[in-house]
């Protein structure tokens, strides 16, 4: 996590150069991943809410604008049931050979069932925002982020058929494995002053990109981050 420290340290750096309070924040999100494009009839969801910390500072560019810029931890969670109707998938087929040994082959096929999980993702957000002072107490904020997941507990298992067997199954449907490790987007929110140091930051989080890796197959609809943040601020 070496960059991570070197992000901090310039972090802290820059602030003290421009002569800007730093701010820290912790809260709550609360979201899901969103399908793109059709949903399968029958699939619901649920958020799990978690925690986010950030430390956050501001470089003012002129009049009332300025740019906000921020390291930030946090949690995505949320839990999933869904029909999954003639979904591609890789089986894997123990065979023993003549030497007594076991291989795995890797079977292309069909899954119809359904499927339960949970997402449960931990990310370091760096976003970089445009902010427009409104009043002495009310600021709007919008901007890009990039963000590295640097944790997860994601899990799902399938209960169906495979290819034209009859026996129902059960199937890790390997989601831990398959997540992308860079997600990005856009941030757009408020920031409100309760008093001279405390302030309540409310931003709705949008993924521009799917959650799963290019190379997951076994999942063929893209997944985007939606989520809220709601929490609270103090200026040092």
């Not at 991943?33 to 002129?62: H, N, R, S, Y």
């Not at 309760?194 to 990109?209: A, F, P, Q």
């Not at 076994?218 to 609270?232: P, S």
Request: hydrophobic share 45%.
């Amino acid at each position: 996590m070496k960059w991570l420290v070197a992000a901090l340290t310039l972090l802290l750096q820059l602030a003290a150069s421009q002569a800007q309070p730093l701010m820290l924040q912790a809260g709550i999100t609360v979201g899901t991943p969103i399908p793109m494009g059709d949903i399968p009839e029958g699939a619901t969801g649920a958020p799990v809410p978690k925690l986010t910390f950030a430390m956050e500072t501001l470089f003012d560019i002129g009049g009332p604008w300025a740019v906000a810029t921020e390291i930030r931890a946090c949690g995505y969670g949320s839990t999933f049931s869904t029909p999954l109707i003639n979904q591609p998938i890789i089986d894997k087929v123990p065979v023993r050979i003549a030497d007594g040994s076991t291989v795995i082959y890797e079977v292309e096929t069909i899954f119809n069932g359904s499927s339960t999980g949970t997402f449960d993702n931990t990310y370091v957000q760096v976003p970089v925002l445009l902010s427009y002072r409104l009043s002495d107490a009310w600021d709007v904020l919008a901007g890009p982020y990039v963000a590295w997941m640097v944790a997860t507990r994601s899990n799902a298992r399938g209960v169906g058929t495979v290819g034209i067997r009859p026996e129902i199954v059960e199937r890790d449907m390997e989601f831990g494995d398959r997540l992308a490790e860079i997600d990005y987007g856009v941030q757009i929110g408020t920031q409100t002053s309760l008093s001279s140091s405390v302030v309540l930051d409310t931003r709705m989080v949008v993924g521009l990109v799917s959650v799963f890796d290019a190379s997951y197959k076994t999942v063929d609809q893209a997944l985007h981050n939606l989520y809220l943040h709601v929490g609270l601020g103090y200026r040092l």
